[in-house]
């Protein structure tokens, strides 16, 4: 094939994946010739999963943070960190020897939830992470938003964290929680974070959100568009290197379409969308449980006379109950829970695809 037919081939193809001028109406995933190339691959084949079996290392880093003599004090937040922390010891394996606590009620400087504290307790927690490693990250604070400055958010703000000196030394935007705790971590290694806060349905950014139905919303940030676009042209080389041309112009156009213009979930075929799903997907396995959307609000609660986060209680009462929850029943365990008096609606946001019929395990 010549390079001009590969073109004309690789402008057909994303015309005819996600829109464009032409008098069919109708997508198809390739033509006859490209389907014969490709027979060998299916959805399964193209899917990232989760692959960590959490055998390894195990380490944790738990934040609170009362925010105490000031106009945005909170009360349950370090109650939150006491009683995931103890949970934590008592039931995963997790030990306080290789673990970072830090809240606003010590006595020294280093434990103090400050921004310079939390970020490099951040890239503690996932130096030289290794296979089969469990990290574990709880935060417990206010969240809230700011203008988004690189143009990557859809509503056009950056979901936050904030740290005890926020008023001095800034807010932590999600855009450094990916780069600090997302970015730097290899493939099969398990990172699980719990944000019990406001306004923290996508904020790290993953590209799979799940609702407490099981529903799942694919997300294309812009780094993730170029992301994908990079893994797509590797794919794309190494098919035309083998002389599998149809195979090429499909990657290649699966990239170029998510770069130009993603599409929604549903509007595509099924295999574009699981090796959209595939070139989206983060290297390790990053799990978020956020306490509710980005348009909401996490409630400080009182619950049987203690002051605490409405979704640090509801995680641990349903894990108690049981220990061999699957990710759906948590997810729709925590929801029922707050339905009794909360109206935030919890949910889970991942790196990668996750089978939500499996147990949870850390």
Request: charged share 25%; net charge negative.
């Amino acid at each position: 094939m010549v390079f001009h037919e590969l073109a004309d081939k690789l402008k057909g193809k994303v015309r005819d994946l996600y829109g464009g001028e032409d008098d069919d109406d109708t997508r198809s995933t390739s033509s006859s010739s490209d389907n014969e190339d490709n027979e060998d691959m299916n959805e399964d084949d193209l899917v990232e999963s989760l692959e960590s079996n959490c055998t390894g290392r195990k380490k944790a880093l738990f934040i609170g943070i009362n925010y105490t003599g000031t106009k945005a004090e909170l009360r349950g937040c370090i109650n939150d960190v006491q009683n995931i922390s103890s949970y934590m010891f008592n039931n995963w394996g997790f030990q306080p020897s290789n673990s970072v606590i830090l809240t606003d009620d010590q006595p020294g400087l280093s434990g103090q939830p400050t921004r310079h504290n939390i970020l490099k307790a951040m890239d503690w927690l996932v130096h030289k992470a290794r296979p089969n490693d469990s990290l574990f990250l709880h935060y417990s604070g206010h969240g809230s938003h700011t203008k988004d400055q690189t143009g990557d958010e859809a509503d056009g703000q950056d979901e936050t964290i904030v740290p005890v000196d926020y008023t001095k030394a800034g807010m932590i935007t999600d855009d450094e929680l990916y780069d600090h705790l997302v970015k730097p971590l290899r493939k099969g290694v398990r990172l699980t974070v719990i944000f019990d806060c406001c306004h923290s349905g996508t904020i790290l950014d993953l590209p799979f959100t799940y609702n407490c139905d099981g529903d799942v919303e694919v997300h294309t940030p812009r780094r993730g568009r170029f992301h994908a676009l990079f893994d797509q042209v590797k794919l794309a080389a190494g098919a035309a290197i083998q002389g599998n041309a149809g195979a090429a112009v499909t990657y290649s156009a699966t990239g170029l379409a998510c770069l130009v213009r993603p599409p929604k979930t549903g509007e595509e075929p099924e295999e574009e969308l699981a090796r959209r799903k595939a070139a989206l997907s983060t290297e390790a396995d990053v799990l978020s449980f956020s306490g509710c959307q980005d348009s909401q609000t996490s409630a400080d609660a009182n619950i049987g006379g203690q002051a605490t986060g409405a979704l640090s209680y509801a995680l641990i009462k349903a894990l108690n109950e049981n220990p061999n929850i699957t990710f759906i029943d948590l997810l729709a365990s925590m929801r029922q829970f707050m339905k009794r008096g909360y109206s935030q609606i919890p949910q889970l946001s991942s790196g990668r695809v996750v089978n939500l019929e499996t147990p949870f395990f850390l």
